[in-house]
């Protein structure tokens, strides 16, 4: 199963990279729908930011250690500050690990 | 050299740099692919099948907290909407090209490559869609390295050390630096919103569900704006 649902993302991926180079009129988005899709990546993301930071196990919001928080806080600002993926992670989890 | 080349072996250097970021990013997905539970082979094939970091990353979360497979598939295509805009934004220099160039080009479109190669389409570069396979090729190398090396390292790494925290991170380093427009803005906290309040949806649907809710809510907001 796992193996199909990789195959299916991979050809969704394509899908959507090939789309406009295509001739296919079937894979041609509208430009109106442009508008929206722009703003999937940062949608998608912040909710999978929010969910992991202030949910906890059970499902329950702002349940959990406030150590997630503080640790997601810090990160942020590394973020803005140095654009690294690197060293927002390593911060992230150093605070993470410091406040157990 | 033919001057097609040149462009080419342009696009491999102009891409360099940015593999400073590409490898760390193959490394972490390699060692949370492991993390998550999913096997090498999984892991390490998934980097070629699916070819794009946040996804990759976002399978592997949800696969690990038990995801539907339609809510991982689902989830993992609103964030590839993205590339239908690059793809737009050079379909007037590639849909002359041959099949095998359209191709090509269509699966080696990432983030990246379509940042260093754009403003070569742009300049009406004669060649650029050879600096774009250039520059596609070298970050389609290095990811795949990247994630391989990964995945031994993860095979190596205890559990335990909250590892997995560092997916969000890794959301958080992406996304944050492009939340300067008030319609983004509005996006994630849309998002978050739905998020937080919607875990008890069936399926893990809330992913998708904020998803929407984003796009619908920044595309309002930011209506009839470029950026």
């Known amino acids: 199963m796992i193996w199909f649902v990789i195959l299916a993302s991979g050809l969704a991926n394509f899908a959507a990279r090939y789309s406009m180079l295509s001739n296919l009129k079937f894979l041609k988005v509208p430009i109106w729908l442009e508008e929206y899709i722009r703003f999937a990546p940062t949608a998608a993301l912040s909710a999978i930011i929010a969910a992991s930071v202030f949910v906890d196990e059970n499902g329950a919001p702002f349940e959990g250690s406030s150590s997630k928080i503080y640790a997601a806080l810090i990160a942020s600002c590394i973020a803005l500050l140095s654009r690294s993926i690197l060293f927002t992670i390593v911060g992230g989890l150093f605070v993470l690990w410091l406040l157990g | ?227």
């Open chain 2, 1 to 227: 050299m033919q001057a097609n080349w040149r462009e080419f072996w342009k696009g491999v250097l102009a891409q360099l740099p940015l593999q400073l970021g590409v490898v760390p990013f193959g490394l972490i997905f390699g060692v949370l692919g492991i993390a998550s539970g999913l096997s090498a082979a999984q892991t390490i094939l998934m980097s070629s099948i699916i070819f794009g970091g946040a996804s990759q990353v976002v399978f592997a979360q949800l696969w690990s907290i038990g995801a539907s497979p339609m809510v991982t598939g689902g989830s993992v295509a609103i964030i590839n909407l993205r590339h239908i805009i690059y793809s737009a934004s050079i379909s007037r220099y590639i849909s002359v090209l041959s099949l095998r160039w359209r191709l090509s080009l269509g699966y080696l479109l990432t983030d990246e490559a379509f940042a260093v190669s754009f403003q070569e389409f742009e300049n009406k570069n004669k060649f650029a869609h050879y600096h774009l396979l250039g520059g596609g090729l070298t970050l389609w190398f290095f990811w795949q390295i990247s994630t391989i090396a990964g995945v031994f390292l993860g095979t190596k790494i205890p559990s335990g050390l909250n590892l997995e925290f560092a997916i969000p991170l890794t959301f958080i380093a992406i996304i944050l630096p492009k939340l300067r427009s008030l319609a983004h803005l509005s996006a994630a906290i849309t998002a978050s919103f739905i998020a937080i309040f919607g875990q008890h949806l069936p399926n893990n649907l809330w992913i998708i569900f904020a998803a929407i809710m984003g796009m619908v809510v920044g595309g309002y907001v930011g209506k009839g704006k470029s950026q």
